[in-house]
């Protein structure tokens, strides 16, 4: 059931808010210190061993080393112990940390300052496994994905927030340092008090023995993740997102400077532009997804990230020199909103691109090594940051522009998102489901409360279309492997559709004794490994749009794997161009009641294995299309 009206609801509620501010407050003052650090450095510090235009390069990397280091480590504590422990623990360290980065702020100390920046790293990959980790115990499936689209939302605010606040303080006359360190300070023990509110969130494997080689602990954890082969690609994805991300933020002061003729004032524009389209993505999710974890959104964000990285080289093309500009005189020329609206865009698109797939990985995977698959998600990201960093270090050396990077990044991301969608095309195929129940139908869907979110059940419904599985599969979270007649195979696109979804072919007895054995061992493979089964009990698609007889190959289902039947009617759908009315044919008058008309899913409560009976069963599905 729902808790609350919307995902801001949540900040509401103690077992996500204090989690909530916690992260924001670490993710600000890390880029508060860490923007303050780079400041001090490239503008203020003459350092002969570290200087300006390596800046940026050794601070990142300091920062990104502990991930690589220690996330094996930190996963394996945050499946052992309580959670709100680690994050009081966590928070705590941020206090020692920037205590003594305070001390080198004032002094100007740059190696103490440096350690920091590693010891912040290290408080980040702690935090990380937790942070992610936390969200599934505490949200039900329904609340996971505006959840994380807050904390994705919260993440760049902060971040957008820490980079001005560090610039302003290191920035004021001989008391900038200090300023800095009393603010980092400041927001550490903030921190602090509030991770006292986090409720507590109990160890899912308290007799989990520590590995402290990190070297081996992130092989295992790299295979443990590889175990779920849609969990593993997901985490390429987010990995993949990281890369892409990273080539812009990092390119930010050079395409102010070099390609759109701006200061140090439109570098900071473009970064609260990308922020906020980032943030504005995440949020969207839970919108576009109807509070459900959509992955079906996926293929849009990465279809969006493509088209507005390469419309930014495009954009960039007709800009005329210009002497350096302010950010008023950079806004009042028209070329530059349409460089804006790129990046605001792209940046929207990889915040609904990322956020199902965090939700994904969070459902998807067991929650006895749920942190240990998001430690190994933190070293793939840094892996990926890394390589990012060096492709694109290597594409300019050999003379490629900023603008011909991003035009590099649209097509490697256009090719990327195709192989992994290849590879699990459960992403298409929710796409497909996603488009057809928001763009061509109004789906309206209730009583999904009732289709389980974990654990084996069969899920039975009326047969009305050749689309009925498309349907079936928007309104559940969890994939869904359908029994179907196997002349559908030969209907050209939906007979290739269904083979990606991994339809099982029947046939009846008579006409093909093989195959109608093979239907029933699969379907009985697929509930012994806990998972959902689709069937349409009346054998073929309604001619008349009346509800046909039940056949008995559930209760021979049921005879070997006992398990929950859901009951699932589809509702005003007879009379679409996917159903048979006219002399028995479908598909053959498109658009014919117009676009988005009405059709809805009715479930109703599950049936114990042992009260289930065809007649019975055709009896629930016949009340549910009166509902």
């Given at each position: ?44 510090l003459q350092v002969s061993w570290l200087p300006p235009s390596m800046a940026g390069l050794v601070i990142g990397a300091l920062f990104i080393l502990p991930f690589l280091l220690f996330s094996a480590t930190s996963g394996q504590l945050a499946d052992k ?547």
């Amino acid at each position: 059931m729902d808790h609350h009206p919307n995902q801001f609801a949540l900040l509401g509620q103690r077992r996500f808010a204090p989690f909530f501010w916690v992260q924001f407050l670490g993710a600000g003052n890390d880029n508060l210190f860490k923007f303050a650090f780079t400041v001090l450095v490239t503008y203020q510090l003459q350092v002969s061993w570290l200087p300006p235009s390596m800046a940026g390069l050794v601070i990142g990397a300091l920062f990104i080393l502990p991930f690589l280091l220690f996330s094996a480590t930190s996963g394996q504590l945050a499946d052992k112990y309580d959670k709100a422990v680690l994050i009081r623990f966590v928070k705590s360290l941020e206090i020692a940390i920037m205590a003594l980065a305070g001390w080198g702020f004032i002094r100007q100390d740059v190696p103490v300052l440096l350690g920091c920046v590693f010891l912040m790293g290290l408080h980040s990959t702690l935090f990380g496994p937790v942070k992610f980790a936390y969200l599934p115990q505490h949200l039900s499936e329904r609340e996971l994905t505006g959840g994380n689209g807050m904390v994705e939302m919260g993440t760049f605010v902060a971040i957008l927030l820490g980079n001005v606040a560090g610039g302003l303080l290191i920035a004021i006359p001989e008391t900038g340092g200090r300023d800095v360190a009393i603010a980092c300070v400041a927001v550490a023990v903030l921190g602090r008090l509030l991770a006292q509110a986090v409720p507590a969130s109990p160890s899912t494997d308290p007799q989990l023995q520590i590995n402290w080689n990190p070297v081996s602990e992130t092989w295992k954890n790299l295979k443990l993740a590889h175990g779920n082969i849609v969990v593993f690609r997901s985490l390429l994805g987010i990995s993949w997102m990281w890369f892409v991300g990273a080539v812009f933020l990092s390119q930010f002061p050079s395409l102010a400077r070099d390609v759109l003729h701006g200061n140090e004032q439109v570098a900071s524009l473009l970064l609260v532009v990308f922020s906020v389209g980032i943030g504005t993505g995440a949020l969207l999710c839970e919108v576009l997804s109807r509070r459900h974890v959509e992955i079906g959104l996926v293929p849009l964000g990465a279809f969006g990230m493509s088209v507005f990285a390469a419309d930014l080289y495009f954009a960039t093309q007709a800009l005329p020199a210009a002497s350096p500009m302010g950010v008023a005189a950079f806004v009042a020329i028209g070329a530059n909103w349409r460089v804006m609206i790129d990046l605001a865009l792209l940046a929207l698109s990889a915040g609904v691109y990322s956020v199902p797939m965090y939700a994904l990985i969070q459902i998807r995977t067991q929650p006895t090594h749920r942190a240990r698959i998001i430690a190994a998600n933190n070293i793939l990201n840094a892996l990926f940051m890394i390589a990012s960093s060096v492709a694109v270090g290597a594409l300019l050396s050999m003379g490629v522009t900023i603008p011909q990077v991003c035009l590099i990044v649209a097509v490697a991301n256009a090719i990327v998102a195709g192989y992994i969608f290849l590879l699990v095309p459960e992403y298409l195929l929710r796409f497909l489901a996603w488009v057809l129940t928001r763009l061509i139908y109004r789906f309206r869907i209730r009583g999904d409360e009732h289709i389980p979110e974990s654990g084996a059940a069969i899920l039975v419904c009326n047969h009305v279309s050749f689309i009925d599985a498309v349907l079936l599969m928007a309104a559940s979270p969890r994939p869904v492997r359908f029994i179907m007649d196997h002349r559908i195979f030969a209907t050209p696109v939906l007979g290739t559709l269904f083979r990606l979804a991994k339809a099982i072919p029947i046939a009846s007895q008579k006409d093909d004794p093989a195959t109608y054995e093979a239907a029933f061992a699969a379907a009985r493979q697929v509930l012994a490994e806990g998972d959902l089964l689709g069937i349409f009990p009346e054998g073929a698609i309604t001619r008349d749009g009346e509800l046909a007889e039940f056949k008995g190959g559930v209760m021979k289902i049921l005879a070997t794997h006992p398990v929950p039947v859901v009951p699932l009617a589809l509702q005003n759908l007879w009379g679409s161009y996917f159903s048979r009315i006219e002399r028995g044919a479908a598909m053959v008058k498109p658009f014919r009641r117009g676009f988005f008309s009405r059709v809805g899913l009715v479930a109703g409560e599950a049936v114990p294995a042992k009260d289930v009976t065809p007649q019975g069963l055709r009896e629930r599905v016949a009340g549910l299309l009166a509902a």
